[in-house]
């Protein structure tokens, strides 16, 4: 069993950035669940950064699915293959926890796509 820590990137969601609208808050929630625990991973694949990605468990909870229920994250549509993950998310809008006390949230998809679009209208 490999105790080792590793980056893993959570499979079917994305968070938001860090600079953000909860993105820093986001990141405090998944430590809260996740730091220094011993998690299971079931691995899916592996990114272009080579980074393994996967569905991360603490006991039996689902931490991915934990981070939408919980406004933490969004279901990364482009990806999601969990149906689940789509009516937590729902409920956590309905609910205006988290990222969705924001009328109008940004999907992080689409802000890094305006990122990168400022950046090359400025070279």
Avoid: C
């Avoid at 938001?16 to 909860?22: G, I, L, N, T, Y």
């Avoid at 808050?25 to 691995?43: D, G, I, K, N």
């Amino acid at each position: 069993m490999n105790r080792q820590p590793v980056r893993v990137r959570l499979a079917q969601i994305d968070a938001p950035e860090k600079r953000q609208a909860f993105g820093t808050r986001s990141r405090q929630a998944l430590a809260e669940l996740v730091f220094r625990q011993s998690v299971r991973v079931a691995e899916t694949g592996r990114d272009r950064y080579g980074r393994v990605i996967g569905t991360v468990y603490l006991g039996n909870v689902d931490v991915n699915a934990q981070m939408v229920r919980e406004g933490m994250a969004w279901v990364y549509r482009q990806y999601a293959k969990d149906r689940g993950l789509y009516e937590l998310e729902r409920q956590a809008q309905a609910s205006r926890r988290g990222l969705w006390v924001d009328p109008e949230p940004v999907p992080p998809w689409e802000y890094r796509r305006s990122k990168r679009e400022h950046a090359t209208t400025r070279d």
